[in-house]
């Protein structure tokens, strides 16, 4: 699976955007972007994926650029429950053997 | 949908002993389920990989008789650490994936400490 890089850490106001950098500039064609995220002490959710279009849904929305090497996960409206560590991950099939790879991910702050 | 369970959610234990932790994919059939570690400020590392009805995969480094992984049903995956040691002592997490899906569903988590 590609490699992905993302910030250490942000810190967000309460209520604004939320915008999550992460690179993956060696993302191969069969392989999505997948974000989850890890509030202290629980199992990681998943939060959205994507190809190559952007996606929407109830938590979030996905931004992936035209030539893939990049994506932007957005939390539209920033609460304080949306303080998590935010992990991108390429993932894609592997004829059977596919395995989610997490980096160090992106710890946000949501501040009040 | 798509809830994954774990039980229990922490357990305490002597060094020596045996711990099971179980695993349950609630509302779906999981033919894969996934079993992680992971240290304090850490992130999570998969341990091994397992399919309904055959051996676990283990990745490297992890001893496959220190970690045993049963996955007799679609919806059941137990972890077992064997002769546990403090240095055992962490949060290990399961995740699930349902059949033909690419998305891996996790439970909450187990806390192992051992004494």
């Known amino acids: 699976d590609a490699k992905t890089t993302q910030p250490t850490s942000m810190d967000c106001a309460e209520g604004r955007a939320a915008n999550l950098p992460c690179n993956h500039s060696?993302?191969?064609?069969?392989?999505?972007v997948y974000w989850y995220r890890q509030i202290h002490s629980q199992g990681p959710q998943y939060i959205i994926h994507?190809?190559?279009n952007n996606e929407t849904n109830e938590m979030a929305s996905l931004i992936i650029t035209e030539d893939r090497k990049s994506s932007t996960l957005i939390l539209p409206h920033a609460t304080l429950r949306d303080t998590a560590v935010y992990y991108c991950i390429a993932y894609g099939y592997n004829f059977g053997n596919e395995k989610l790879t997490f980096g160090t991910g992106t710890r946000l702050t949501i501040i009040p | 949908g798509a809830v994954v369970s774990q039980h229990p959610s922490w357990v305490i234990c002597k060094s020596g002993t045996s711990v099971k932790i179980e695993c349950r994919s609630l509302?779906?059939?999981?033919?894969?389920m996934f079993w992680y570690r992971q240290f304090p400020k850490q992130s999570l590392m998969l341990m091994a990989t397992s399919n309904e009805g055959s051996k676990a995969t283990y990745e490297q480094g992890v001893e496959k008789d220190k970690f045993l992984i049963n996955h007799a049903s679609l919806t059941l995956s137990t972890l077992t650490v064997t002769s546990a040691h403090p240095e055992d002592s962490s949060f290990y997490i399961c995740?699930?994936?349902?059949?033909?899906?690419?998305?891996?569903?996790f439970g909450p988590g187990t806390r192992l400490t051992v004494t």
């Open positions: 994507g190809l190559k």
């Open positions: 060696t993302i191969s064609g069969n392989e999505y």
């Open positions: 509302d779906f059939q999981a033919t894969t």
């Open positions: 995740s699930a994936r349902g059949v033909g899906a690419y998305e891996q569903y």
